[in-house]
């Protein structure tokens, strides 16, 4: 069965930084692409970062610069780390790869 679990999250103050992790199972995680998205208060779920099988990659420009997806296929985990993090990076991050979703993990950006 797909399953990814996520972990990194927490509160960080602005200007700091967070590294979201993502490991997979259930599938072959080297030929997939793998993405995260992310869900603030009130907003629709919109795609933060994408990676592809060949480390093509693709950003939201609201957290290009600041964000880098990654990926260790031989740890089948996809990672975010994200620097310079803003209040309004707030909300729950989601990894999602071979449609499926992983579970979310809160980041809150506050002072």
């Known amino acids: 069965q797909v399953q990814l679990v996520e972990s990194g999250g927490g509160l960080v103050q602005p200007g700091g930084s967070l590294r979201l992790s993502c490991v997979a199972s259930g599938f072959t995680f080297s030929i997939n692409g793998m993405s995260w998205y992310r869900q603030a208060p009130g907003m629709e779920r919109e795609l933060v970062a994408r990676?592809?099988?060949?480390?093509?990659?693709t950003y939201a420009d609201s957290v290009k610069g600041r964000f880098t997806i990654s990926r260790d296929n031989g740890k089948n985990t996809v990672y975010l780390q994200m620097n310079s993090l803003r209040p309004e990076d707030t909300g729950v991050y989601y990894c999602k790869g071979v449609n499926t979703w992983g579970q979310g993990t809160q980041v809150t950006v506050s002072s």
């Open positions: 990676i592809s099988p060949g480390r093509s990659t």
